[in-house]
């Protein structure tokens, strides 16, 4: 279905602030989402407010506000309150641009919260202020390591930001086969994952998303993404986690924000990190229909061109699905 920028985010709005979230938060959580519908990442769009819902609804007691544990002026930990990702991670972020623009360096860590969402929003928040940025996040084991067919960490994002003399150069990238929120939606539409994705709760690999969310996902990467998967979830062992955390109430996120002058120039650093992605989008293809571009790239111009648009398009499923629940019903 086709929806123009502003329905679709009014959409997300009226179906946060239906369980409970004020106008503020539903506008951080729709601002995340339209993001990743913009980028062409439908998965984390729309479809994710589903999730949100039906997340709050299956484990309502518990929330309360985000609070800080523990801070220092180059750090802050988090307790995220049992609230969704989007207002933690969102939070965490605010507060370590603050602390890095005053101190040069600042790190962030948060848990006890959950959908901490598209990394590369965060990243880009931060590189819009000139800062170098990292995040890693841990959650429940839904990640067989390479040599099993059992969970042993979680889709494990991982992100970095550079900024520069024109677009953000921002790596996002999860270290399983396809995220929870992808094989949500297949199951929602009825559709198949590709072969060597998943495992069932038996062991046996599957193209079943339900079984899938039952079993394990396959790590991306073989045994070096699998290594880096495990370095992962110890980052959020620092950042408060669990050594298995709950499936619904425990991702834990790590975040490191650092001036560039801390070891050179701000322009000169925005200005090589420029020339550097233009030699590399300028190297030889080996096919002229997939030249080779920086990470951000496709995401910057798949952006620009719904923006221009005005429009984006959404699964009919998720649309009426929303409406319903905007309109108050289940």
Not at 74 to 91: E, K, N, P
Not at 218 to 230: D, F, Q, R
Not at 289 to 306: G, L, Q, T
Request: charge should be neutral.
């Amino acid at each position: 279905m086709r929806l123009s920028l502003g329905d679709a985010r009014e959409l997300v709005i009226r179906s946060m602030r239906v369980v409970g979230h004020d106008e503020h938060d539903a506008g951080v959580i729709a601002d995340h989402l339209m993001d990743c519908e913009l980028r062409g990442v439908d998965y984390g769009g729309l479809a994710r407010a589903l999730s949100v819902v039906e997340r709050i609804r299956k484990r309502p007691e518990g929330r309360r506000p985000i609070s800080v544990v523990r801070e220092t002026p180059v750090s802050v930990m988090l307790d995220g309150g049992d609230q969704a990702g989007y207002l933690v991670g969102h939070r965490a972020t605010r507060l370590g641009i603050g602390k890095a623009e005053a101190a040069g360096f600042a790190v962030a860590g948060v848990t006890n919260t959950w959908f901490t969402g598209m990394f590369a929003h965060y990243m880009e928040m931060a590189t819009s202020r000139g800062l170098i940025a990292m995040a890693a996040g841990s959650s429940d084991w839904r990640v067989a390591p390479s040599g099993s067919a059992e969970g042993r960490f979680g889709t494990n994002p991982v992100a970095f930001g550079f900024p520069s003399d024109g677009d953000p150069i921002i790596m996002d990238t999860a270290l399983s086969s396809v995220m929870v929120s992808e094989a949500t939606l297949a199951a929602r539409l009825d559709r198949k994952l590709d072969e060597g994705k998943a495992y069932g709760p038996d062991g046996q690999p599957t193209r079943d998303p339900t079984e899938a969310l039952a079993g394990a996902f396959t790590v991306w990467g073989g045994h070096k993404g699998s290594a880096l998967g495990v370095m992962i979830q110890l980052f959020g062992l620092l950042a408060g986690g669990a050594v298995r955390p709950d499936p619904l109430s425990d991702c834990s996120l790590f975040l490191m924000f650092m001036r560039p002058d801390l070891l050179v120039g701000e322009a000169e650093l925005r200005r090589n990190v420029s020339a550097y992605a233009d030699a590399l989008r300028q190297a030889a293809p080996i096919d002229a229909a997939r030249p080779p571009r920086m990470p951000f790239d496709r995401s910057a111009a798949e952006r620009r061109a719904r923006l221009a648009d005005g429009h984006v398009e959404v699964a009919d499923h998720v649309v009426e699905r929303l409406r319903t629940i905007a309109a108050g019903g289940t």
